[in-house]
C-alpha cells in the first residue's frame, strides 16, 4: 500500500506499548537541528543525542555506521549490551529498545535526530514507513559555510577557513539539497527555513506545530541539553553573521557556486538573481519525467528505492542525455556488479 508520495504505508503497526518514533529531524550540519531538536523536546516528545540507523538498510548494519553506532554510547547513554540487544530486530525494535533504555520513565513520543539524513531523505523515510514525517531545517549556504569553515579549519580565520574547504563545502551543501528537494512538495515533509524561524518565531512554531501534533508549538522555556545552544530564546546575530565573518566577494563566490540550491538562500533578491540555474533543472527535469511517464519519487526498482527527480537533479548529464533515467540507473548498477572488487 502506498501513500501520495509512493512511499510504502506501514504506519502505527508497533506492538502495543512500544515507545513510537514519530517524526525524523534533518538538516545541514551545524544549520539549526539542535535548535529544531530542542522545540520537539520542549512539545512533549523526547529523543537521544543522533541516531543514525535509517542510513543503514536495516539495523544490523549499525556497527559499519560511524560516528552514530559510537553516539549510542555516548549520546544515548546505554549499555553495550543494549546497543548490541537493539540490532538484533527490525527498526519498531531498534527503537523500542533504545528507547526505553535511554528514558525509561518517558512514556510520550520520540523523534531521530541525525543531520544527515537530509542527504537521503526519501531513502530514509521509506525504510521506516511508521514515521509519520519529517521535518528538515536548512540554512543560508553563507552561514553554513561560515559554521563549517569554524570547525574545519578552528586555527584560521573563518574567511581563511571557507577558502581552505571551499570545494568540500560547495559539494558538501549541494548533496544536502540534491537529496532532499524532491520533497518540496510532500504532504510528509516540511522545510524550514533557519532564517525564518529565528526572525518570525512565532509564525513558524504555529506551521511546524500544526504539522506536527494539529496545534502551535510553544516555545522553548528551558536550558538546551546542549553547549551550542546558549539562550531559550532566539539569536537574531546569528542569522547576518556571516556578514561580519566573510567579504563581499567571497559571499557572492559561496551563492555562485551554490545556485542550483537559491532556493535556500535567505534572501528574495539572492534567490531571484541565483534563481535561473534551479528553475532551469527543475522544469527540464519535470518534462523528462512527464516524457517517460515517470513519478517524481517513490519508485522501487529491482527491490531497491529510487527517486527519479533526484537522480535527473544529482546527474545533470543524464538529464542533459534526455535518456530514460530507470534505465540509466538499472544500466549503471550492472556496471557496476561486472566491476571486479
Known amino acids: 500500500?502506498?501513500?501520495?508520495?509512493?512511499?510504502?504505508?506501514?504506519?502505527?503497526?508497533?506492538?502495543?506499548?512500544?515507545?513510537?518514533?514519530?517524526?525524523?529531524?534533518?538538516?545541514?550540519?551545524?544549520?539549526?537541528?539542535?535548535?529544531?531538536?530542542?522545540?520537539?523536546?520542549?512539545?512533549?516528545?523526547?529523543?537521544?543525542?543522533?541516531?543514525?540507523?535509517?542510513?543503514?538498510?536495516?539495523?544490523?548494519?549499525?556497527?559499519?555506521?560511524?560516528?552514530?553506532?559510537?553516539?549510542l554510547l555516548s549520546g544515548w547513554k546505554i549499555s553495550k549490551e543494549t546497543r548490541q540487544a537493539a540490532i538484533s530486530g527490525s527498526l519498531e525494535d531498534f527503537y523500542q529498545t533504545i528507547c526505553k533504555a535511554a528514558f525509561p520513565e518517558f512514556n510520550g513520543s520520540f523523534f531521530d535526530?541525525?543531520?544527515?539524513?537530509?542527504?537521503?531523505?526519501?531513502?530514509?523515510?521509506?525504510?521506516?514507513?511508521?514515521?509519520?514525517?519529517?521535518?528538515?531545517?536548512?540554512?543560508?549556504?553563507?552561514?553554513?559555510?561560515?559554521?563549517?569553515?569554524?570547525r574545519l579549519s578552528p586555527?584560521?580565520?573563518?574567511?581563511?577557513?571557507?577558502?581552505?574547504?571551499?570545494?568540500?563545502?560547495?559539494?558538501?551543501?549541494?548533496?544536502?539539497?540534491?537529496?532532499?528537494?524532491?520533497?518540496?512538495?510532500s504532504k510528509?515533509?516540511?522545510?524550514?527555513?533557519?532564517?525564518?524561524?529565528?526572525?518570525?518565531?512565532?509564525?513558524?512554531?504555529?506551521?511546524?506545530?500544526?504539522?506536527?501534533?494539529?496545534?502551535?508549538f510553544e516555545k522553548r522555556d528551558f536550558k538546551s541539553r546542549f553547549e551550542n545552544v546558549t539562550s531559550s530564546k532566539m539569536d537574531l546575530n546569528k542569522i547576518i553573521?556571516?556578514?561580519?565573518?566573510?567579504?563581499?566577494?567571497?559571499q557572492n563566490r559561496i551563492l555562485e557556486a551554490t545556485r542550483l540550491a537559491s532556493t535556500f538562500f535567505a534572501g528574495p533578491v539572492e534567490r531571484a538573481k541565483y534563481g535561473d540555474l534551479w528553475e532551469e533543472t527543475l522544469e527540464t527535469a519535470?518534462?523528462?519525467l512527464a516524457e517517460f511517464d515517470l513519478p517524481a519519487v517513490g519508485m522501487d526498482i529491482d527491490g531497491t528505492y529510487f527517486e527519479p527527480l533526484t537522480y535527473l537533479i544529482r546527474y545533470p548529464d543524464v538529464l542533459k542525455a534526455g535518456v530514460n533515467p530507470v534505465e540509466h540507473f538499472r544500466k549503471a548498477g550492472r556496471r557496476e556488479k561486472r566491476t571486479p572488487a
Not at 531523505?121 to 552561514?143: M, S
Not at 553573521?241 to 566577494?249: A, K, S
Request: hydrophobic letters at 35%.
Open 1 to 71: 500500500m502506498k501513500d501520495e508520495d509512493g512511499i510504502s504505508k506501514r504506519r502505527n503497526m508497533t506492538v502495543t506499548g512500544k515507545p513510537t518514533v514519530e517524526y525524523i529531524l534533518a538538516g545541514y550540519e551545524r544549520g539549526g537541528t539542535t535548535l529544531l531538536s530542542d522545540l520537539f523536546r520542549a512539545n512533549g516528545f523526547e529523543s537521544g543525542f543522533e541516531c543514525g540507523v535509517l542510513l543503514g538498510k536495516n539495523p544490523s548494519e549499525m556497527p559499519n555506521i560511524n560516528p552514530y553506532w559510537d553516539m
Open 113 to 150: 535526530k541525525t543531520p544527515i539524513y537530509m542527504k537521503t531523505l526519501g531513502t530514509c523515510i521509506n525504510r521506516a514507513p511508521f514515521i509519520k514525517g519529517a521535518v528538515v531545517i536548512h540554512r543560508d549556504p553563507r552561514a553554513v559555510f561560515a559554521s563549517m569553515a569554524k
Open 155 to 185: 586555527n584560521d580565520s573563518v574567511a581563511s577557513g571557507v577558502e581552505k574547504n571551499f570545494k568540500l563545502l560547495q559539494n558538501r551543501y549541494l548533496s544536502y539539497f540534491i537529496g532532499s528537494i524532491s520533497h518540496l512538495e
Open 188 to 216: 510528509r515533509v516540511i522545510f524550514v527555513p533557519f532564517e525564518e524561524l529565528a526572525s518570525r518565531e512565532n509564525v513558524w512554531l504555529k506551521t511546524i506545530g500544526y504539522f506536527v501534533n494539529g496545534k502551535s
Open 241 to 250: 553573521e556571516f556578514n561580519e565573518l566573510l567579504p563581499i566577494d567571497l
Open 286 to 288: 519535470q518534462k523528462r
